[in-house]
């Protein structure tokens, strides 16, 4: 069974930074993508930073802000959050997609809290 966990979630003061880690088990097939998604109450899902085989895309409300990285073994990635907002509070989801089928896998989410 494939899992998606995702770590590093937290409270912090605006300006501060945080790092989220996504570790991808249980797939039997290469990993091709993985991406940051995030969900503030009341909002829609959008879509934070995603590594497509190494071609890498930001939200525009992220970029200078956050990157993306992932390990050489491809099942694991990483949020680097710098200069947080208030408005980048919001449940952090990561998904990975298996380069077999296509199909994606959701984590259940870690929360980030920023504060003023």
């Known amino acids: 069974q494939v899992q998606v966990v995702e770590s590093g979630g937290g409270l912090v003061q605006a300006g501060g930074s945080l790092r989220l880690s996504c570790v991808v088990s249980?797939?039997?097939?290469?990993?091709?993508?993985m991406a940051w998604h995030r969900q503030a109450p009341g909002k829609q899902r959008d879509m934070v930073a995603i590594?497509?085989?190494?071609?890498?895309n930001y939200g525009d409300s992220v970029k200078g802000r956050f990157i993306i990285s992932r390990d050489n073994d491809g099942y694991t990635a990483y949020l680097q959050m710098n200069s947080l907002k208030i408005e980048d509070t919001a449940v952090y989801y990561c998904a990975a997609r298996s380069s077999l089928r296509g199909d994606w896998y959701w984590g259940r989410g870690t929360q980030v809290t920023v504060s003023t």
């Open positions: 590594d497509n085989r190494g071609s890498i």
């Open positions: 249980g797939i039997m097939f290469d990993v091709d993508a």
